[in-house]
């Protein structure tokens, strides 16, 4: 391991968390946002292809199959994950300008019907990240406890898929803000209390959230489940390995996209008293 990587495992290991960490220049990350801004002006009148590229962007868009196996990010990931990695997931938090949406208190690996913890995060700031425009919290050091009991609230400004919220108490005199440059990404763990704040800015604020598993790793969602390879080998063919996308916004991927979006959510909201979506 290099020293990079064995820092980042190590502040990883004790705050559950690292950032930041450098990936794009300026220059690539405006490059990145200005295709997705392209793609989702091109789907302006179709809501169910627009919010398929926004919640599968790798699956769709060519250059977000290229940041989901950028070097940098294939070296953060095995740091933390070891050298057989694949993408689970590559879904943006999109928070338009002046808007007051927001992100409750979570842990990310609750509904995904995943059977260990071996998944990491790379959130890729497409925009800049701060406290004004909404930018994630970390509670340092909540990675160590199991998943804790969530409330489903279905609040209406809020991002995540349940509105779920963490039932426990939490120490936001701890929480750190998660600050990002565009092209910069923080990298956390699927235990992590974290949360963020309404855009009271001007510009949109637009993550990247890149999903990182590892190979032995059984999903409920079933084998059928689509999934990259993108670092070592897959020794145990638990999920359907696929392709990037070849060409933007092909209409043979859109429906297959949408086959396997249908199966994740099918886990997604199960047992839930609600299903819609907030963030798309
Ligand atoms: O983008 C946000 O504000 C929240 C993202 C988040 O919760 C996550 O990536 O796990």
Redesign the pocket.
């Known amino acids: 391991m290099n020293d990079i990587a064995s820092t980042l495992a190590l502040d990883y290991a004790r705050d559950g968390f690292v950032f930041p960490v450098d990936i794009l220049t300026p220059g690539e990350a405006r490059a990145l946002r200005d295709d997705l801004e392209a793609g989702e002006a091109a789907l302006a009148n179709d809501t169910t292809k627009r919010s398929l590229l926004r919640g599968y962007p790798a699956r769709l868009l060519p250059s977000f199959y290229d940041l989901v196996r950028h070097p940098k990010m294939v070296a953060a990931a095995t740091a933390v994950l070891g050298p057989d990695v694949m993408v689970w997931g590559s879904g943006l938090?999109i928070k338009e300008a002046n808007t007051p949406h927001y992100?409750s208190w979570h842990q990310?690996l609750t509904y995904w019907g995943l059977n260990t913890a071996e998944e990491v995060?790379l959130?890729v700031a497409l925009s800049p990240a701060t406290v004004e425009s909404?930018c994630?919290r970390f509670v340092p050091g909540t990675h160590r406890e199991q998943i804790v009991p969530h409330t489903d609230k279905f609040g209406e400004e809020n991002l995540l898929t349940r509105g779920q919220e963490l039932a426990v108490e939490v120490n936001e005199a701890d929480a750190v803000d998660v600050v990002l440059q565009p092209g910069q990404a923080s990298v956390h763990h699927g235990h992590l209390f974290?949360a963020?704040g309404p855009n009271t800015t001007g510009d949109r604020r637009i993550?990247a959230?890149i999903r990182y598993i590892v190979p032995s790793m059984k999903a409920r969602s079933g084998p059928e489940t689509e999934m990259f390879l993108v670092a070592g080998e897959d020794r145990y063919g638990h999920f359907t390995l696929v392709d990037g996308p070849k060409e933007r916004m092909a209409e043979a991927d859109f429906a297959r996209v949408a086959a396997d979006s249908a199966r994740r959510n099918n886990i997604l909201f199960e047992g839930a008293a609600q299903t819609r979506f907030n963030r798309r």
């Open positions: 938090f992100v990310d995060t959130w909404g994630m974290h963020s993550g959230a």
